[in-house]
């Protein structure tokens, strides 16, 4: 057998590493690698043909290819932009767009010719684009829906869904450890044949903003959603180890679970479409954090301001609330205010600008569905949302809130209960006609029992025969509330509480025994 001598094992060293150093120190690590080696210029699957450009705003177009080569984009709205590549192999611009005009929908095409190649788009709308995230509520499409919940209205909803103005860039579920520069994925339009595919809360959204006569205008929605994932999933790494409590509390731990692992969908699926020009952004997640409260807070806001940070605005953020859920018996009577907390939490990002949440505790269709996370009412989540934009974004007069809570007063055994007036509209009513539920009171006991509820005018007012001295009132705050009380355009009434009572808790008592 042949003796290696000293000098063998250095060149035999020195080939490993340089093989190494040819692959790539990333192995494993998709769409990092160094584009600065090839002439060919490329672009992300973010741009595609049938893709839809935010409207009156300049918008970033970027790839990559050789260094010091030259870019030219030609828009056939009349814009051109010239770049060059950089030393990192990187190049990226901005073109104008041109504003959209209610009812028109002109198609457009844009290309970018490098010094080897060129790139075309074709069937390009410009209009509003919306990115559409969270976890399964959110990723459940029509098909899905349907097949596994008998969704209401199926049929006639897939046969009047002939919207090729409508487009979706479905982002193709994946993770990653570190941040990618690409992800899977094409624009699709909107009709009967692929409307089953969408994300039933972004189809719902994005045609209720443009059936509205007053906008009008293409809507180009990206589906960002992973079924199961934690919100830590969506943070970015830095931004979890900046904070002491989110470290601790995300990043320390060892999970096996990739749903709960952070800024693995971050890095796979928000990271390779920053900065792709947005409106802004719904969010439909909370299942897989009930119980963080306090820390999803600072979760959900960090992750607000670091993906407003990454785009570079200050896009609205519109979210969706908890609905009413059983985790094990559903024939139990409703004693646990988890859920009631957490929804608390949620509402927490309205506590900076433009955000919005809406409720969803009079959506189920019955109280057995309270066992399942997945409710059935897909398309008035849609609409709600749509109803936030639409006031907010679009300045049209809509009503967009449910009853919300301004102030309450004791007297006697009685407490009554106003609300904001701006949330009242026509004033308050039932869903059902019947008689008002999820409302319990307590005296210094800490004991909530069910209360009767009556609507007096713009008030409520409730009491107990168990409550002689109430001190506090709740509203919707326990973890299978179905609610029935809402303003006169059909949209529910906030949950709230009037303590911060910790040791708060709800007596086992029906509420048919008190109406």
Known sequence: ???????????????????????GTGFGQ???????ETA??????????????QQNTQVPIWGWGKSGDKIEIIASWGKTKKTTVGIDGKWKAKIETPKANAGQAPIYTLSVKGQVNSISFDNILIGEVWVCAGQSNMEISLKALEKRFDAVDYNNEMQAANYPNIRLFNVKKDSAQIPQVNCSGSWTSCSTATVANFSAVAYYFGRQLYTNKNVNVPIGLIQDAFSGSAIQCWLKRDVLEADSVLKKKYVDPVVSSTTKKPYLFYNAMIAPIIPFAIKGVIWYQGESNVGDNEIYT?????????WRKDWGTDFSFYAVQMTPRFYKDKQANDTKFGRGIFRDCQSAIMTIPKTGIIVTSDLMQNADERSDSHPRNKKDVGIRLALWALAKDYEQKVQYLGPVYKSHQIIGDKIIISYKKESLVGGLTTKDSSYLRCFKIAGEDAKFYPAKAIIEGQTVVVSSPNVSK?????????????????????????????????????????EEEVK
Request: proline share 3%.
């Open 298 to 306: 600072k979760a959900n806001l960090a992750m607000i301001k670091d």
């Open 470 to 510: 109430p001190v506090a009132v709740r509203y919707a705050y326990t973890d299978g509330a179905m609610t029935n009380l809402q303003n006169m355009e059909g949209l529910a009434a906030y949950p709230f509480r009037t303590d911060n009572i910790n040791s708060a808790v709800a007596v086992d008592v029906s």
């Open 40 to 53: 060919t210029i490329t672009m992300p699957n973010i741009f595609g043909n049938n893709m839809v450009l």
């Open 30 to 36: 998709q769409n990092t690698i160094s584009r600065t």
């Open 1 to 23: 057998m042949r003796k290696f001598s000293i000098q063998d094992c250095a060149k035999i060293l020195l080939f490993v590493v340089l093989f190494f150093a040819t692959i």
